[in-house]
């Protein structure tokens, strides 16, 4: 897949009814609810029925399961992801037409325009960061416009339009679109090489990052102090004569977080910045999240925010859908759900759970995300993965992608053996819930993992672990 080419930004009221295809999507989904929400006619298909579908429906989108030219309707405009193939029939039908076809980034940074975007970008964390800085600025006093690529856990929304100026969105690097948007601050939350079936190479992955924060309409670009990959695009961002401000627990960061403390169920630090300083407390773990709580507070600074406003507002923030999201108990087992598909983000998930695992086993249920990206890093996911307990390994999900020869999910499977794990293999993922089921026991906590259909191994394996337990009542 190419990477996305940038077009100029037109203002979101002004191109007539839109049609969103795969529109149940997460990202796709929240732009077009934000359009709604505008008061733009909007329509749009996908080819399965979901719950983001419904909630479109329910606010009064005409929204369909299963593609069809005449869909279209009046449409004058068709909103398109990087996973809608040329082959779609409406897709098709719209460039027949001679419609205006945009990649679902340019949607986006058409509802910007007149705003002081902030576009939050990283190889990871991006959820988390923007659902943090939506929260923070909405506690510190400001009603934000945002889109999130997964909604927020207190409010069960993932995109809003208010009546401040400043709009807060998921950037995402891995086609390239972060470029499309009119941002004012740039984050970005760190650099590890990913994506590469786009970007090619890691040195042109990388290079993106400096694009997006050399851009001209970029006021400051807000970097994480402790990773590398971030630290190396500040230097070149300075020396193009950008402002950085910089957070992270590094001695030279601008925004410092220290002395934190992880109790399984939440975080406390001390944050020091130019003109205040005090405890931050968060209702989730890990001290990755602090770190993006930091870069959140970074951001409110820079849009005139008070910082201890903003502090004390981190504390309602309480996650995003699929960020150790919470699934249910049963027979003594707790389930977890979380969207980590990288290795970077297994590690950083299993070392924040390990806590609320207490005296239980750790299991983990993994599925593989794109061929692509498992034959990259098998053997880091294996390792990983060798910090739970117990390991289930799925079958990959191809998403847009087609299979590539030799890679499946039991190279990951084979990696994580290698490196030590006790490893179970399940191909389909509509085994994986029975399969769990069989193998904990009272006091595990077991945690789903990936950005396919694994999450919904965790609801499965409830209602299995309900019946059991009532069964033996």
């Known amino acids: 897949m190419a990477l996305v080419t940038p077009v100029p930004t037109e203002p979101a009221a002004e191109v007539g009814p839109v049609h969103f ?6 990202g796709m989904s929240a732009i077009a609810a934000a359009y709604n929400e505008l008061g733009v006619r909007v329509s749009g298909s996908d080819q399965a029925d979901s719950a983001n579908l419904r909630h479109l429906v329910d606010a009064g989108v005409d929204a369909h399961v299963g593609h069809d030219p005449a869909q279209l309707g009046d449409a004058e405009t068709v909103v398109i992801s990087s996973a809608v193939r040329e082959s779609n029939v409406e897709l098709a039908e719209a460039r027949r037409r001679g419609l205006r076809v945009w990649h679902r980034s340019a949607a986006l940074a058409g509802l910007m325009v007149g705003r002081r975007g902030v576009a939050i970008s990283g190889t990871h964390g991006k959820t988390t960061t923007t659902g943090m800085c939506a ?40 086609d390239g679109s972060f470029l499309q948007y009119p941002a004012e601050i740039v984050v970005i939350t760190n650099v590890e090489s990913d994506h590469l079936d786009n970007w090619g190479t890691p040195e042109a992955y990388h290079e993106g990052f400096v694009q997006l924060g050399s851009a001209g309409t970029v006021r400051v670009a807000i970097t994480n102090a402790d990773d590398e990959g971030a630290r190396w695009v500040a230097e070149r961002l300075r020396a193009a004569g950008k402002r950085v401000v910089t957070y992270g627990e590094a001695a030279d960061a601008d925004v410092r977080f220290s002395d934190c403390s992880f109790d399984g169920a939440g975080s406390t630090a001390q944050l020091d910045a130019p003109g205040d300083s005090g405890p931050l407390r968060l209702k989730v773990p890990g001290r990755f999240n602090v770190s993006n709580a930091a870069a959140a507070y970074a951001v409110g600074r820079e849009l005139g925010a008070d910082g201890p406003a903003l502090r004390r507002a981190a504390e309602a923030f309480g996650g995003t859908d699929r960020r150790f999201q919470f699934v249910g108990e049963a027979a003594g087992v707790r389930i977890y759900d979380d969207y980590a598909h990288h290795p970077t983000e297994l590690h950083a998930t299993l070392t924040a759970a390990r806590p609320r695992a207490a005296q239980g086993r750790l299991v983990a249920c993994f599925q593989p995300h794109l061929f692509s990206r498992t034959a990259q890093f098998a053997d880091e996911f294996g390792a990983a993965l060798a910090g739970a307990d117990e390991v289930m390994v799925l079958g990959i999900y191809a998403a847009r992608e087609d299979p590539m020869p030799g890679v499946t999910g039991e190279l990951v499977a084979d990696a994580a053996r290698a490196h030590g794990a006790s490893v179970h293999y399940v191909e389909d993922v509509h085994d994986a819930a029975p399969a769990l089921a069989d193998l904990v026991r009272v006091g595990d906590l077991v945690l789903t993992l990936g950005a396919g259909d694994v999450t919904t191994v965790g609801p499965a394996l409830l209602e299995l672990l309900r019946a059991a337990e009532a069964g033996s009542a």
């Not at 927020?152 to 891995?174: N, P, Q």
């Open 21 to 26: 295809i795969a529109i149940g999507g997460a």
């Open 135 to 174: 929260t923070m600025l909405i506690g510190a006093g400001g009603d934000p416009s945002y889109v999130i690529g997964s909604p927020l856990s207190t409010t069960g929304k993932s995109s809003h339009l208010g009546d401040g100026d400043a709009f807060v969105i998921e950037a995402d690097e891995s």
